[in-house]
Protein backbone atom coordinates (compact mmCIF):
# COMPACT_ATOMS: atom_id res chain seq x y z
CA UNK A 1 0.00 0.00 0.00
CA UNK A 2 1.18 3.25 -0.60
CA UNK A 3 1.92 5.60 2.12
CA UNK A 4 -1.14 7.98 2.65
CA UNK A 5 1.25 11.24 2.76
CA UNK A 6 1.91 10.50 -0.73
CA UNK A 7 -0.94 9.70 -1.78
CA UNK A 8 -2.18 12.94 -0.60
CA UNK A 9 0.30 15.06 -2.25
CA UNK A 10 -0.47 13.27 -5.66
CA UNK A 11 -4.25 14.00 -5.23
CA UNK A 12 -4.20 17.89 -3.68
CA UNK A 13 -2.13 18.78 -7.20
CA UNK A 14 -4.38 16.83 -9.68
CA UNK A 15 -7.11 18.67 -11.26
CA UNK A 16 -9.49 15.77 -10.67
CA UNK A 17 -9.49 15.67 -6.88
CA UNK A 18 -10.32 19.40 -6.84
CA UNK A 19 -13.10 19.17 -9.64
CA UNK A 20 -14.29 16.44 -7.33
CA UNK A 21 -14.43 18.50 -4.15
CA UNK A 22 -16.49 21.22 -5.90
CA UNK A 23 -18.97 19.22 -7.00
CA UNK A 24 -19.01 17.59 -3.95
CA UNK A 25 -19.30 20.67 -1.90
CA UNK A 26 -21.97 21.99 -4.15
CA UNK A 27 -24.14 18.69 -3.78
CA UNK A 28 -23.97 19.20 -0.06
CA UNK A 29 -24.82 23.27 -0.23
CA UNK A 30 -27.61 22.13 -2.42
CA UNK A 31 -29.10 19.44 -0.32
CA UNK A 32 -28.96 21.23 2.61
CA UNK A 33 -30.82 24.29 0.69
CA UNK A 34 -33.32 21.56 -0.10
CA UNK A 35 -33.67 20.22 2.85
CA UNK A 36 -34.85 23.87 4.06
CA UNK A 37 -37.45 24.66 1.68
CA UNK A 38 -34.83 26.57 -0.66
CA UNK A 39 -35.05 29.50 2.46
CA UNK A 40 -32.88 32.02 1.18
CA UNK A 41 -30.74 32.54 3.96
CA UNK A 42 -29.38 28.52 3.33
CA UNK A 43 -27.64 30.12 -0.30
CA UNK A 44 -26.03 27.20 -1.97
CA UNK A 45 -22.99 29.08 -3.50
CA UNK A 46 -22.27 30.78 -0.19
CA UNK A 47 -22.29 27.41 1.73
CA UNK A 48 -20.24 25.31 -1.01
CA UNK A 49 -18.09 28.30 -1.38
CA UNK A 50 -17.22 28.55 2.47
CA UNK A 51 -16.70 24.71 2.32
CA UNK A 52 -14.34 24.73 -0.11
CA UNK A 53 -12.22 27.78 1.69
CA UNK A 54 -11.97 25.52 4.62
CA UNK A 55 -10.81 22.92 2.90
CA UNK A 56 -8.20 24.70 1.03
CA UNK A 57 -6.58 26.87 4.32
CA UNK A 58 -6.48 23.30 5.96
CA UNK A 59 -4.68 21.81 3.67
CA UNK A 60 -2.61 25.00 2.80
CA UNK A 61 -3.72 24.74 -1.14
CA UNK A 62 -3.17 27.72 -3.32
CA UNK A 63 -6.32 29.20 -5.41
CA UNK A 64 -4.42 28.56 -8.66
CA UNK A 65 -4.06 24.60 -7.82
CA UNK A 66 -7.33 24.51 -7.01
CA UNK A 67 -8.35 26.46 -10.10
CA UNK A 68 -7.25 23.76 -12.32
CA UNK A 69 -9.47 21.55 -11.43
CA UNK A 70 -12.61 24.24 -10.93
CA UNK A 71 -12.02 25.51 -13.99
CA UNK A 72 -13.86 23.15 -15.99
CA UNK A 73 -16.98 24.17 -13.97
CA UNK A 74 -16.28 27.38 -14.63
CA UNK A 75 -15.82 27.18 -18.26
CA UNK A 76 -19.66 26.28 -18.58
CA UNK A 77 -20.56 30.32 -17.34
CA UNK A 78 -19.96 30.85 -20.97
CA UNK A 79 -22.82 28.28 -22.48
CA UNK A 80 -24.75 28.76 -19.68
CA UNK A 81 -25.23 32.71 -20.63
CA UNK A 82 -25.87 31.10 -24.38
CA UNK A 83 -28.69 28.94 -22.83
CA UNK A 84 -30.55 31.94 -21.41
CA UNK A 85 -31.65 32.15 -25.03
CA UNK A 86 -33.84 29.12 -24.73
CA UNK A 87 -36.29 30.35 -21.89
CA UNK A 88 -36.13 34.14 -23.46
CA UNK A 89 -37.60 32.38 -26.75
CA UNK A 90 -40.28 30.17 -25.12
CA UNK A 91 -41.83 33.26 -22.96
CA UNK A 92 -40.69 35.92 -25.88
CA UNK A 93 -44.94 36.77 -26.50
CA UNK A 94 -44.61 37.86 -22.22
CA UNK A 95 -41.19 39.60 -22.65
CA UNK A 96 -42.05 41.36 -25.94
CA UNK A 97 -45.20 42.96 -23.60
CA UNK A 98 -42.71 44.50 -21.18
CA UNK A 99 -39.82 45.94 -23.55
CA UNK A 100 -40.83 49.87 -21.77
CA UNK A 101 -40.70 48.76 -18.22
CA UNK A 102 -37.51 46.92 -18.99
CA UNK A 103 -35.73 49.16 -20.41
CA UNK A 104 -36.43 52.03 -17.75
CA UNK A 105 -36.24 49.53 -15.09
CA UNK A 106 -32.93 48.58 -16.57
CA UNK A 107 -31.61 52.13 -16.71
CA UNK A 108 -32.33 53.14 -13.31
CA UNK A 109 -31.24 49.89 -12.02
CA UNK A 110 -27.72 49.83 -13.66
CA UNK A 111 -27.43 53.57 -12.57
CA UNK A 112 -27.93 52.84 -9.20
CA UNK A 113 -26.06 49.67 -8.58
CA UNK A 114 -22.84 51.80 -9.63
CA UNK A 115 -23.45 55.08 -8.45
CA UNK A 116 -24.57 53.47 -4.88
CA UNK A 117 -21.88 50.96 -4.61
CA UNK A 118 -19.11 53.59 -5.27
CA UNK A 119 -20.71 56.24 -3.46
CA UNK A 120 -20.91 54.74 0.13
CA UNK A 121 -17.41 52.47 0.04
CA UNK A 122 -16.23 56.45 -1.03
CA UNK A 123 -17.43 57.64 2.27
CA UNK A 124 -15.91 54.94 4.24
CA UNK A 125 -12.42 56.66 2.82
CA UNK A 126 -11.71 53.34 0.09
CA UNK A 127 -9.34 53.98 -2.08
CA UNK A 128 -9.83 54.51 -6.01
CA UNK A 129 -8.58 50.72 -6.98
CA UNK A 130 -11.17 49.45 -4.34
CA UNK A 131 -13.61 51.68 -5.98
CA UNK A 132 -13.55 50.72 -9.41
CA UNK A 133 -13.31 46.93 -8.37
CA UNK A 134 -16.59 47.74 -6.70
CA UNK A 135 -17.95 50.02 -9.60
CA UNK A 136 -18.87 46.60 -11.42
CA UNK A 137 -19.90 44.70 -9.10
CA UNK A 138 -23.89 43.87 -10.12
CA UNK A 139 -22.89 42.37 -13.53
CA UNK A 140 -21.84 38.91 -14.08
CA UNK A 141 -17.86 38.02 -13.43
CA UNK A 142 -16.79 37.74 -16.64
CA UNK A 143 -17.99 41.41 -17.87
CA UNK A 144 -17.12 42.64 -14.11
CA UNK A 145 -13.47 41.10 -14.30
CA UNK A 146 -13.54 43.17 -17.95
CA UNK A 147 -15.08 46.20 -16.78
CA UNK A 148 -12.74 46.47 -13.72
CA UNK A 149 -9.11 46.04 -15.70
CA UNK A 150 -10.27 48.50 -17.88
CA UNK A 151 -10.84 51.45 -15.44
CA UNK A 152 -8.26 50.77 -12.98
CA UNK A 153 -9.40 48.24 -10.58
CA UNK A 154 -8.54 44.98 -9.52
CA UNK A 155 -10.09 41.75 -11.16
CA UNK A 156 -9.49 39.38 -8.54
CA UNK A 157 -10.86 41.48 -5.88
CA UNK A 158 -14.08 42.07 -8.46
CA UNK A 159 -14.82 38.87 -9.07
CA UNK A 160 -14.76 38.53 -4.95
CA UNK A 161 -17.36 41.50 -4.60
CA UNK A 162 -19.23 40.24 -8.00
CA UNK A 163 -20.04 36.57 -5.83
CA UNK A 164 -20.66 38.34 -2.77
CA UNK A 165 -23.08 40.64 -4.26
CA UNK A 166 -24.78 37.75 -6.18
CA UNK A 167 -25.43 35.50 -2.88
CA UNK A 168 -26.12 38.88 -0.87
CA UNK A 169 -29.21 39.78 -3.85
CA UNK A 170 -30.11 36.20 -3.99
CA UNK A 171 -30.91 36.24 -0.14
CA UNK A 172 -32.55 39.43 0.10
CA UNK A 173 -34.46 39.90 -2.15
CA UNK A 174 -37.28 37.12 -1.99
CA UNK A 175 -37.94 39.06 1.92
CA UNK A 176 -37.51 42.39 0.31
CA UNK A 177 -40.17 42.09 -2.16
CA UNK A 178 -42.10 40.42 0.12
CA UNK A 179 -42.10 42.71 2.76
CA UNK A 180 -42.92 45.77 -0.61
CA UNK A 181 -45.84 43.73 -1.45
CA UNK A 182 -44.43 43.05 -4.74
CA UNK A 183 -46.24 40.24 -6.28
CA UNK A 184 -45.30 40.96 -10.14
CA UNK A 185 -42.67 38.42 -10.74
CA UNK A 186 -41.62 39.67 -13.71
CA UNK A 187 -40.51 43.07 -11.72
CA UNK A 188 -39.32 40.43 -8.47
CA UNK A 189 -37.12 38.40 -11.31
CA UNK A 190 -35.89 41.38 -12.91
CA UNK A 191 -34.50 43.37 -9.91
CA UNK A 192 -32.57 40.01 -9.27
CA UNK A 193 -31.06 39.86 -12.19
CA UNK A 194 -29.92 43.66 -12.51
CA UNK A 195 -28.76 43.57 -9.08
CA UNK A 196 -27.39 40.00 -8.81
CA UNK A 197 -26.75 39.43 -11.94
CA UNK A 198 -26.41 35.00 -12.13
CA UNK A 199 -26.31 34.43 -8.83
CA UNK A 200 -29.80 36.24 -8.22
CA UNK A 201 -30.81 34.29 -12.03
CA UNK A 202 -30.41 31.35 -10.05
CA UNK A 203 -32.35 32.32 -7.31
CA UNK A 204 -34.98 33.53 -9.52
CA UNK A 205 -35.64 30.50 -11.86
CA UNK A 206 -35.60 28.21 -8.01
CA UNK A 207 -38.80 30.26 -7.48
CA UNK A 208 -40.52 30.76 -10.86
CA UNK A 209 -40.01 30.58 -14.69
CA UNK A 210 -40.93 33.79 -15.79
CA UNK A 211 -39.10 35.44 -12.80
CA UNK A 212 -36.05 33.28 -13.83
CA UNK A 213 -36.72 34.74 -17.81
CA UNK A 214 -36.71 37.99 -16.40
CA UNK A 215 -33.85 37.94 -14.29
CA UNK A 216 -31.47 36.48 -17.45
CA UNK A 217 -32.85 39.06 -19.77
CA UNK A 218 -31.71 41.75 -17.01
CA UNK A 219 -28.21 39.89 -16.50
CA UNK A 220 -27.49 39.87 -19.94
CA UNK A 221 -28.71 43.77 -20.34
CA UNK A 222 -26.95 45.19 -17.44
CA UNK A 223 -23.83 43.71 -18.20
CA UNK A 224 -23.86 45.68 -21.57
CA UNK A 225 -24.92 48.74 -19.83
CA UNK A 226 -22.99 48.89 -17.13
CA UNK A 227 -19.92 48.15 -19.50
CA UNK A 228 -21.21 51.80 -20.54
CA UNK A 229 -21.86 53.78 -17.47
CA UNK A 230 -19.32 52.38 -15.20
CA UNK A 231 -16.00 54.40 -16.79
CA UNK A 232 -18.14 57.41 -17.26
CA UNK A 233 -19.13 57.02 -13.48
CA UNK A 234 -15.52 56.02 -12.12
CA UNK A 235 -14.30 59.04 -14.24
CA UNK A 236 -16.52 61.45 -12.02
CA UNK A 237 -13.75 60.31 -9.24
CA UNK A 238 -10.48 59.93 -10.48
CA UNK B 1 -26.91 15.84 -27.26
CA UNK B 2 -23.96 16.32 -29.16
CA UNK B 3 -25.62 18.93 -31.60
CA UNK B 4 -27.06 20.42 -28.67
CA UNK B 5 -23.66 21.62 -26.99
CA UNK B 6 -22.18 22.25 -30.33
CA UNK B 7 -24.92 24.51 -30.91
CA UNK B 8 -23.94 26.23 -27.84
CA UNK B 9 -20.28 25.94 -28.15
CA UNK B 10 -20.82 27.38 -31.79
CA UNK B 11 -22.79 30.35 -30.46
CA UNK B 12 -20.36 31.67 -27.77
CA UNK B 13 -17.52 30.83 -30.15
CA UNK B 14 -19.23 33.51 -32.80
CA UNK B 15 -20.00 35.41 -30.35
CA UNK B 16 -16.56 35.68 -29.19
CA UNK B 17 -15.39 35.85 -32.62
CA UNK B 18 -17.86 39.19 -33.10
CA UNK B 19 -16.75 40.81 -29.63
CA UNK B 20 -13.16 40.55 -30.75
CA UNK B 21 -13.44 41.21 -33.98
CA UNK B 22 -15.64 44.60 -33.98
CA UNK B 23 -13.72 45.53 -30.61
CA UNK B 24 -17.38 45.38 -28.91
CA UNK B 25 -18.21 46.06 -25.60
CA UNK B 26 -20.46 42.80 -25.01
CA UNK B 27 -19.18 39.98 -23.82
CA UNK B 28 -18.82 37.09 -26.33
CA UNK B 29 -21.58 34.72 -24.33
CA UNK B 30 -23.66 37.11 -24.29
CA UNK B 31 -23.54 38.13 -28.10
CA UNK B 32 -23.95 34.29 -28.64
CA UNK B 33 -27.45 34.38 -26.80
CA UNK B 34 -28.63 37.00 -28.68
CA UNK B 35 -28.11 35.09 -31.60
CA UNK B 36 -29.18 31.52 -30.19
CA UNK B 37 -32.24 33.59 -29.46
CA UNK B 38 -32.11 35.13 -32.97
CA UNK B 39 -31.95 31.55 -34.65
CA UNK B 40 -34.81 30.08 -32.12
CA UNK B 41 -37.41 32.73 -33.19
CA UNK B 42 -36.44 32.08 -37.35
CA UNK B 43 -37.27 28.34 -36.53
CA UNK B 44 -40.26 29.10 -34.75
CA UNK B 45 -41.66 31.74 -37.90
CA UNK B 46 -40.29 29.70 -40.76
CA UNK B 47 -41.33 26.19 -39.50
CA UNK B 48 -44.33 26.66 -37.29
CA UNK B 49 -45.34 23.25 -36.98
CA UNK B 50 -41.46 21.87 -35.75
CA UNK B 51 -41.23 20.69 -32.42
CA UNK B 52 -41.87 22.97 -29.50
CA UNK B 53 -37.85 23.70 -28.35
CA UNK B 54 -38.16 22.26 -24.47
CA UNK B 55 -38.71 18.70 -26.01
CA UNK B 56 -35.51 18.85 -28.35
CA UNK B 57 -32.12 18.29 -26.19
CA UNK B 58 -31.20 21.26 -26.68
CA UNK B 59 -34.12 22.58 -24.66
CA UNK B 60 -32.82 19.64 -22.29
CA UNK B 61 -29.13 21.11 -22.32
CA UNK B 62 -30.19 24.31 -21.47
CA UNK B 63 -32.16 23.09 -18.59
CA UNK B 64 -29.64 21.06 -17.27
CA UNK B 65 -27.22 24.20 -17.22
CA UNK B 66 -29.83 27.04 -15.81
CA UNK B 67 -31.21 24.38 -13.27
CA UNK B 68 -27.31 24.59 -11.87
CA UNK B 69 -26.49 27.93 -12.45
CA UNK B 70 -25.31 28.40 -8.83
CA UNK B 71 -22.49 25.38 -9.56
CA UNK B 72 -21.17 27.18 -11.42
CA UNK B 73 -20.03 30.53 -9.89
CA UNK B 74 -18.52 28.38 -6.82
CA UNK B 75 -14.82 27.86 -8.33
CA UNK B 76 -14.82 32.02 -8.80
CA UNK B 77 -16.58 32.46 -5.53
CA UNK B 78 -13.95 30.40 -3.68
CA UNK B 79 -11.44 32.64 -5.20
CA UNK B 80 -12.36 34.96 -2.15
CA UNK B 81 -9.42 33.21 0.24
CA UNK B 82 -7.06 35.45 -2.15
CA UNK B 83 -8.45 38.57 -0.53
CA UNK B 84 -8.00 38.47 3.02
CA UNK B 85 -5.82 41.00 3.39
CA UNK B 86 -8.57 43.91 1.37
CA UNK B 87 -11.50 42.51 2.78
CA UNK B 88 -9.51 43.33 6.65
CA UNK B 89 -8.25 46.76 5.44
CA UNK B 90 -11.45 47.94 3.54
CA UNK B 91 -13.95 45.60 5.47
CA UNK B 92 -16.72 47.47 7.22
CA UNK B 93 -17.24 50.08 4.20
CA UNK B 94 -17.08 47.01 1.73
CA UNK B 95 -19.75 45.09 3.58
CA UNK B 96 -21.78 48.25 3.96
CA UNK B 97 -21.40 49.02 0.36
CA UNK B 98 -22.62 45.64 -0.83
CA UNK B 99 -25.51 45.38 1.60
CA UNK B 100 -26.43 48.85 0.87
CA UNK B 101 -26.09 49.07 -3.02
CA UNK B 102 -27.91 45.39 -3.55
CA UNK B 103 -30.58 46.43 -1.55
CA UNK B 104 -30.88 49.95 -3.21
CA UNK B 105 -30.84 48.23 -6.37
CA UNK B 106 -33.77 45.81 -6.14
CA UNK B 107 -35.52 48.50 -4.65
CA UNK B 108 -35.18 50.54 -7.41
CA UNK B 109 -35.27 48.08 -10.45
CA UNK B 110 -38.51 46.51 -9.18
CA UNK B 111 -40.41 49.89 -8.89
CA UNK B 112 -39.57 51.26 -11.52
CA UNK B 113 -40.54 48.05 -13.45
CA UNK B 114 -43.68 48.20 -11.91
CA UNK B 115 -44.60 51.82 -12.23
CA UNK B 116 -44.15 51.81 -16.00
CA UNK B 117 -45.72 48.28 -16.53
CA UNK B 118 -48.60 49.88 -14.98
CA UNK B 119 -49.14 52.54 -17.55
CA UNK B 120 -48.08 50.06 -20.37
CA UNK B 121 -49.83 46.82 -19.48
CA UNK B 122 -53.59 48.34 -19.81
CA UNK B 123 -52.80 49.14 -23.71
CA UNK B 124 -53.94 46.78 -26.12
Not at chain 1, 75 to 93: D, E, I, K, Q, S
Not at chain 1, 126 to 134: E, G, I, K, M, R
Not at chain 2, 47 to 58: H, K, N, R, Y
Request: aromatic share 6%.
Amino acid sequence: MTDPARLWVFLAASPLFWLTATLAAYAVADWLSQRADRNPLVNPVLIAVLLLAALLTLTRTPYETYFEGAQFVHFLLGPATVALAVPLHRNWATVRKALAPIFAALLAGAATAVVSAVGIAWAFGAPFDVLASLAPKSVTAAIAMGISQEIGGNPALTATLVISTGVLGAIMVTPLMNAMGLTDYRARGFAVGVASHGIGTARAFQVDPVAGTFAGIALGLNGLLTALIAPVIIGWIR
Amino acid sequence: MLHAILILLGCQLLGEVLARGLGLPVPGPVIGMALLFAALQLRARLTPEAAEIGTLPLGAVAAFLLANLSLLFVPAGTGIIRQTAVLTAHGPGLVIALVGSTALTLIVTALVFVAVARRTDRKP
